[in-house]
């Protein structure tokens, strides 16, 4: 979830909404499930919470059999205390501009800009300041010393800002590798439904056990269990049903059915943002090869991603079969078989810039030539089943266009 603490995937006292004769008055048990709970039960002691809470019978079984795990969301390391103290600097030089965050691409950027206003290039580093007879003819109301706390505090800051932003796409990356995009769920839509809730927290639960001891089973991902889908048929049932927010972590064919055409073009945007970025970390790794862990994160995170968005694609009636743009699978590095395959076709990164072109009968004429099947393998899914869905794909593509012309473009090509 966006910026949240650790998390227990379990609900003490939700599940007992699936018993509609009882409700929650109040909001404080799904808090507690997305911002954390702070005395870490056991898992029997959960469990049997989880039982006493109202649970129907038929679902008892597999809860005490179900293995909740605490798992922590990735959150933004602070910078607060370093943009403040270099705004308290910055506030003794005249039109000298004030520091925000709000990512940190923008921060980054701003930093860079605030040293240019300082007459020194971002990169020159603190040997490259000015002497004190520059100083005093530029900014003759900052003395030597003052001049440069301001730019260590700037230059540490920037340095800070590049070591955050690593941490967090690794830690991004290792989320959307088992979670798929619960990390941007905010807490206002967890709230909003807490049958949906309830789904949320058990999936991303079980997938953080799943990526322990099936690490490279994409299927193991994407399938649902018996239990998550009683979850996720109460929370499609609810009158509250926020599919928007399920399509964050799962886009079955049930869930984009009940997708309007506007939340379904802007998780098609989403996901394609996300895809984006991580075509662009994999053609890093790929080109260093120096980092296989960071690959098989990435991978990973990309799979999950690139399975969900073409089921939005195909659940929107886009025709992927003819498409020329066709995004392929990324193998692991623990997956030698898949790497033939992947080494014969275009990479994900040329296909999302129409550098070079890509389609199912490609991939499935290369998997066959490596003696993989291209369907079992989801190298090219068998995706036939949203054919059923009834939607004004003119309206889905004329909303994508609005969001996001790239993403559109490459839909319908």
Not at 72 to 97: K, M, Q, V, W, Y
Not at 245 to 258: F, N
């Amino acid at each position: 979830m966006k910026d949240s603490t650790p998390v227990l995937c379990s609900t003490v006292r939700v599940i007992d909404t699936f018993d509609d004769s009882v409700t929650c008055d109040d909001d404080d048990a799904l808090r507690r499930l997305f911002a954390g709970l702070s005395d870490r039960r056991n898992t029997e002691d959960v469990t049997r919470l989880l039982v006493e809470s109202g649970v129907p019978a038929h679902l008892r079984a597999p809860l005490y059999a179900e293995s909740f795990s605490f798992f922590d969301f990735p959150t933004l390391p602070e910078l607060s205390s370093l943009i403040d103290a270099a705004n308290r600097h910055l506030r003794t030089i005249p039109g000298a501009p004030s520091l925000t965050f709000e990512s940190y691409a923008q921060l980054s950027q701003d930093v860079a800009d605030t040293l240019r206003f300082l007459d020194m290039e971002p990169d020159a580093g603190f040997s490259s300041r000015f002497s004190r007879t520059d100083l005093g003819q530029r900014f003759p109301e900052l003395s030597p010393p003052h001049y440069r706390r301001i730019l260590r505090c700037l230059i540490q800051l920037g340095q800070k800002i590049q070591q955050a932003q690593r941490t967090w796409e690794t830690e991004r990356c290792a989320l959307m590798g088992f979670a798929g995009l619960a990390y941007r769920v905010s807490e206002e839509d967890f709230l909003a439904c807490d049958k949906t809730a309830l789904f949320v927290a058990l999936f991303v639960n079980r997938r953080k056990q799943i990526a322990h001891y099936q690490y490279y089973s994409l299927t193991a991902r994407l399938e649902l269990s018996t239990l998550e889908q009683e979850f996720l048929a109460h929370a499609l049932a609810s009158d509250d049903s926020r599919p928007d927010v399920l399509a964050h972590v799962h886009c079955g064919l049930d869930v984009v059915a009940q997708l309007s055409d506007v939340q379904l073009a802007q998780m098609i945007a989403v996901y394609y943002a996300e895809l984006s970025f991580l075509a662009s970390r994999l053609e890093s790794l790929h080109t260093n090869d120096s980092n296989r862990a960071a690959w098989n994160v990435t991978a990973n995170a990309w799979n999950v991603l690139w399975f969900h968005f073409l089921r939005l694609l195909a659940g929107a009636g886009f025709d992927l079969e003819s498409s020329h743009r066709f995004l392929g699978m990324v193998p692991p590095c623990g997956i030698p078989t898949e790497w033939p395959v992947f080494a014969h076709i275009p990479k994900p990164w040329e296909v999302l810039r129409d550098e070079k072109p890509c389609s199912p009968a490609i991939t499935r004429s290369v998997c066959t030539d490596n003696g993989v099947d291209p369907t079992q393998s989801l190298w090219v899914p068998n995706l036939s089943e949203f054919a059923a869905v009834s939607r004004d794909h003119e309206s889905v593509v004329s909303l994508l266009s609005g969001i996001n012309p790239a993403c559109a473009t490459l839909c319908t090509q």
